[in-house]
């Protein structure tokens, strides 16, 4: 009885895990679109040549450029995030479950970014 119960809270943190890891990587999916837009903007301003770039031209560019920063700056938060998560998990497992943490240190300690 109490070991079905253990199974089942583990089951329930599992899973609520992997909801939230697919939730960052939707959010890093669409940090990674908005980047790509911004560099594709950021490339048109710094293909033109710079004796024609407007005051206008210049200030967006370094906008632009910023925006992108904050991007990245995002898209690192959620690595960080995601990594808390993953060892919070561990963790949770390991109480649940005793012994098993060293185990699962050495199968689930990386994260693979593509």
Do not use: C
């Not at 992997?18 to 710094?46: F, G, N, T």
């Amino acid at each position: 009885m109490m070991q079905s119960w253990f199974t089942l809270v583990q089951d329930k943190n599992k899973l609520l895990n992997e909801e939230s890891e697919l939730m960052i990587s939707a959010r890093e999916l669409e940090l990674q679109d908005q980047k790509s837009r911004l560099e594709q903007e950021l490339r048109r301003y710094m293909d033109m040549d710079a004796s024609l770039k407007t005051k206008e031209d210049k200030l967006e560019e370094e906008r632009i450029f910023q925006e992108m920063i904050e991007v990245v700056k995002m898209r690192d938060r959620l690595v960080t995030v995601l990594e808390q998560q993953r060892l919070q998990e561990m963790e949770q497992h390991a109480v649940l479950v005793p012994g098993a943490a060293a185990k699962d240190l050495s199968t689930s300690a990386s994260i693979t970014w593509t």
